[in-house]
């Protein structure tokens, strides 16, 4: 079956830094990417797609330069959060389909710190 | 205003017994319908799905739900829970217009948590 792998799955950062998340697709291509935050017993909130070879569309009120998403393969995008503060402390989970499809294979997630 | 709702917050019922989660949504045609669930600190796993045709769904682990198309629900169910059925439970759905611009964007409700009680 389709298979998702989101690295790393837990990080630690300090306040101010760039943290990087991967997420790749082992066994099939992933034309679009998904990109979530899920805040402690709440649910997903959609952040941005993102489509292979295109910039990522975010969502009202997700801060483009604070996420930079990257899809510049159809095996990989990466998230990365520039200058994390505390309340980016979160977990974010990704998400990829094949072109147009329904078939939504999730990421382990990754649990962000920032102390 | 389009909306998936999951009107239990949390549920709690025995080992053995049966289970109904709920989840109502809100939009102008049937979406495609999906339920997930998510152990603690994990990802999201696909229990079932609902394109169309037959409206009473088998998913995985002995879950089952059902389109009501009257009522516009998609309700999971299991016969008999198991104490490794406690998790957080989400119904999502995209919009069947997503073709004319809609996106493949899953939306999810805000999910219910299964508290198994040995």
């Known amino acids: 079956g389709a298979v998702v792998s989101q690295h790393p799955s837990r990080v630690i950062c300090k306040s101010g830094t760039s943290v990087k998340i991967e997420c790749r697709s082992l066994?099939?291509?992933?034309?679009?990417m998904f990109w979530y935050r899920q805040f402690p017993k709440q649910s997903l909130m959609l952040m941005a797609t993102?489509?292979?070879?295109?910039?990522?569309?975010?969502e009202q009120g997700v801060e483009k330069d604070k996420f930079l998403i990257n899809h510049a393969s159809l095996t990989l995008s990466t998230l990365t959060v520039t200058s994390a503060h505390p309340e980016d402390s979160s977990f974010y989970i990704c998400?990829?389909?094949?072109?147009?499809?329904?078939?939504?294979?999730f990421g382990s997630g990754t649990r962000l710190t920032v102390v | 205003a389009q909306s998936v709702t999951q009107p239990d917050i949390h549920i709690t019922v025995s080992e053995g017994a049966s289970l109904e989660l709920r989840c109502n949504y809100s939009?102008?045609?049937?979406?495609?319908l999906f339920w997930y669930v998510q152990s603690p600190g994990q990802g999201l796993q696909l229990l079932l799905k609902?394109?169309?045709?037959?409206?009473l769904v088998q998913g995985i682990k002995g879950f089952e739900a059902e389109f009501k198309r009257s009522q516009s629900s998609f309700n999971l169910r299991k016969p008999s829970v198991h104490w490794s059925d406690a998790a957080e439970y989400f119904c999502?759905?995209?919009?069947?217009?997503?073709?004319?611009?809609?996106?493949?964007?899953?939306?999810f409700g805000t999910g219910t948590q299964l508290k198994v009680e040995l």
């Open positions: 998400s990829a389909t094949r072109a147009g499809g329904l078939g939504y294979t």
């Open positions: 066994d099939f291509q992933a034309t679009t």
């Open positions: 993102s489509n292979e070879g295109s910039k990522a569309t975010y």
């Open positions: 939009y102008g045609a049937t979406p495609y």
């Open positions: 609902y394109f169309s045709g037959d409206t």
């Open positions: 999502a759905v995209v919009p069947s217009s997503r073709l004319t611009g809609g996106g493949n964007k899953l939306t």
